[in-house]
């Protein structure tokens, strides 16, 4: 079966675009599952039979219709950089690395960018801030993050201070998908059927063009400020992340230990001291300076952006860069990702310390969620078992702190899924034989079916 693939995939494509060797194969097929350690048993044997590197439109078109008329599985992958096994073929079959449908970005004279779905955030960040724009909002990973897989299997990260997630504030355009069918057709989506593909884990079609808003471009200054306790570092940053007077672009702050993961920076860490990193307005540095004096923080880094690694990145150690660092210093650490009520925060933060102690150290991201400045949450765990695990997610529940389950590797459960069922509507239409990443959504019920079926 695998040989006869093969030999198909090599007759029908140019040459080159077939990638046969075995561990090549199963290292497309992978992306940062094992961040969790439940993922991790769960998927570390998950591989493709074959992976293809196609380079336009037509050759995605040849793979899709031979992969329907075969009725062949099929999982796509951008980058690879995402943390929930969301590329990872569960059934075999082909993995459609679009790596290579990186060469085109338009930044258009209205503030958006048109790309195909293999580019790389960072070259998008770098076309945009050359014609006086920037990203609205974009991974720690986007040095390596395709905007195709951001769109697909990412929520939001630096710049969600000011333009909230991906889904807000129409920073998402349109998406182009190309649909699962014997013969493909190409589809735009706009306005609520964005929602179709959007965070999707490529079920629902394969995007192959995207456009999305820019911001104006500034010059940021990055901050380092360390504060002697939890406390006073979390009132400051709710305070600055609430501020509108401050244009910004990161609000993280870390509960120590976890600066003392951060092993590059160590000469700006503060043994025991909380942590908080900033993006502010170059143009409002000296003003942000005096709120810091006020505050008892202490500025101990303090240098511009400049998009790629040609300097320190304080980005590099934000949202799930974060939980890297952990990992990188005790791979028994896993994480959570938890969603606060701006109001309730602090006696949610005193519950969960109360119940687990030192299980749970604080990393809080701040964005803007539907206009309110919203505590989100990426804490590093120590892991012990999944019962442990699991009991702090259901403690959750019963305090009112969101859960986006990490642990999971099905949409429905990964805490973005829409009541809506605009995504298993768009399964049905745009893959009717439910080849695309088969297991991710959970069958084609909608979701209402499922609640109906469980009660
Ligand atoms: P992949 O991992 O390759 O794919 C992600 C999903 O999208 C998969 O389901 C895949 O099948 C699907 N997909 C990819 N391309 C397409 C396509 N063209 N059409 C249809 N489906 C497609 N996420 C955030 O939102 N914010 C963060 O700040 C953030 N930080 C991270 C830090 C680290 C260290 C790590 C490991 C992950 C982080 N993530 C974050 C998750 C991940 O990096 C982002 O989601 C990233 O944007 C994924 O891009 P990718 O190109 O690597 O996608």
Same mark, same amino acid.
């Given at each position: ?73 099929? @999982? !796509?992958? /951008?980058?690879?950089? $995402?943390?929930? %096994? ?6 075999? =079959?082909? *993995?459609? +690395? ?47 993050? @395709? !905007?195709? /897989?951001?769109?697909? $299997?990412?929520? %939001? ?6 333009? =909230?997630? *991906?889904? +807000? ?287």
């Amino acid at each position: 079966m695998k040989q006869e693939l093969i030999s198909a995939l090599t007759e029908l494509l140019p040459p080159g675009r077939v990638i046969v060797d075995g561990p090549e194969v199963d290292r497309l097929s992978k992306d940062f599952f094992w961040y969790s350690p439940v993922l991790e048993k769960l998927l570390k044997d998950k591989s493709a039979e074959v992976a293809v590197r196609p380079s336009s439109r037509e050759e995605i078109s040849t793979v899709i219709s031979f992969a329907c008329l075969n009725q062949i599985p099929m @999982s !796509v992958r /951008g980058a690879g950089t $995402g943390n929930y %096994g969301q590329c990872i073929p569960l059934k075999g =079959g082909i *993995l459609l +690395d679009l790596g290579g449908m990186d060469r085109s970005i338009q930044i258009t004279t209205q503030g958006t960018a048109i790309c195909e779905p293999g580019v790389r955030l960072v070259a998008i960040e770098e076309a945009a801030r050359a014609a006086g724009w920037e990203l609205r909002c974009y991974p720690s990973t986007y040095v390596k993050a @395709s !905007v195709g /897989g951001f769109l697909a $299997g990412g929520s %939001g990260g630096i710049g969600s201070i000011t333009y =909230g997630a *991906l889904r +807000d504030n129409e920073t998402v355009r349109s998406i182009t998908i190309m649909t699962m069918e014997a013969s493909p057709r190409e589809v735009k989506l706009t306005g609520n059927d964005l929602f179709k593909s959007l965070h999707a884990w490529g079920t629902t079609g394969i995007i192959v063009e995207v456009e999305i808003a820019l911001g104006p471009k500034k010059d940021w200054a990055q901050i380092a400020v360390s504060f002697d306790d939890w406390d006073s570092c979390f009132t400051y940053c709710e305070t600055m992340a609430r501020d509108e007077s401050f244009s910004k672009r990161l609000v993280t702050c870390f509960e120590w230990p976890i600066p003392s993961y951060f092993t590059p920076l160590l000469k700006w860490v503060s043994p025991g001291k909380a942590l908080a990193f900033f993006e502010v307005a170059d143009s409002e540095l000296e003003r942000f300076k005096g709120t810091v004096e006020k505050s008892g923080g202490s500025i101990s880094l303090s240098v511009p952006y400049a998009p790629g690694r040609r300097r320190v990145q304080l980005s590099d150690y934000t949202w799930n860069h974060t939980t890297l660092w952990a990992l990188k210093f005790d791979p028994s650490l896993t994480y959570l990702q938890l969603g606060f009520l701006p109001d309730k925060v602090r006696d949610q933060f005193k519950a969960l310390k109360a119940k687990f102690g030192d299980e749970i150290i604080w990393h809080v991201e701040f964005v803007k969620s539907a206009g309110v400045v919203t505590p989100g949450s990426l804490p590093v765990v120590r892991f012990t078992n999944e019962a442990r695990l699991q009991e702090m997610i259901d403690f959750c529940a019963t305090i009112e702190v969101g859960v986006a389950n990490p642990h999971i590797n099905y949409l429905q459960g990964s805490g973005r899924w829409r009541p809506d069922d605009a995504k298993v509507t768009a399964k049905r239409e745009f893959d009717p034989n439910g080849l695309l990443n088969p297991g991710k959504m959970l069958g084609l019920q909608s979701e209402a079916e499922m609640v109906a079926k469980k009660d």
